[in-house]
């Protein structure tokens, strides 16, 4: 009597299995874990054309956990909705090929820093910074792009002067050699830092105007930076 209960308890539990659902395509085949509502939810491994496990919710990996990509390649980190986000480190089965060790945005890797650059103050004709890591190039200088509505024109104002013209870069922490001006067109003015020694903090000079920023990512940087009128 007690080895057909247990028979039948194991084939309830089979069956629920058989019935929890997991939503990322490539892990649907078998399923084995914690179950809520029909779909996986707590620790389990799912096994289709790729493997995980770890953490589930609502059918997704998402927390801690292990993907196994089916050409060998595997991420070990966090994942969320399914998707590598947070930290992690994805190894490739082909040892030509880097590691990726870092942080990861809804499945795209951000680099070994959560938060890539960091500006410290900006004055007040500033309206705008933005700074974008390029980990695809072999280039590793830092792209300073300037403009403004007026040009290359300086315009005078009640606080100073504004000019898309960058004047002088300070080095606050880590090194470059020079910088050059790089392009121009009517509304924006390209400088290029050269040979960085990462993280490179500077405060740059535009005119009056001043902005202090960090690029901690050892990679080529294009950012852009916009002034008032």
Known sequence: MLAFIALLLSINFVEAQNNCKVL????????????????????????????????????????????????????????????????????????????????????????KYKEPYKVYFRTSHVSGINASPNLNVQDKDVYISISSTNGNNPVSLSN???????????????????????????????????????????RLRIGDQEVEIEFFEDCRWDCDISLNQ
């Open 24 to 111: 990322v395509k490539e892990l649907q085949g078998s399923y084995e874990g914690d179950c809520k509502k029909e779909k996986a939810e707590g620790t389990g491994t799912a096994k289709g054309i790729d493997k995980y496990s770890g953490e589930f919710k609502k059918g997704f990996p998402d927390g801690k956990g292990t993907y196994t990509f089916a050409n060998g390649d595997i991420y070990i980190g966090s994942f969320v909705k399914g998707k590598f986000d947070g930290e992690g480190t994805l190894t490739y089965i082909d040892k030509n090929k880097k590691p990726k060790k870092g942080f990861w945005d809804k499945g795209e890797f951000v680099g």
């Open 160 to 202: 100073g002067v504004v000019k898309s013209s960058l004047s002088e870069i300070i080095p606050v922490n880590g090194t470059f050699t020079r910088f050059v001006k790089f392009n121009e067109t009517t509304k924006k003015t390209t400088y290029k830092i050269q040979q960085v020694a990462f993280p490179l903090r500077v």
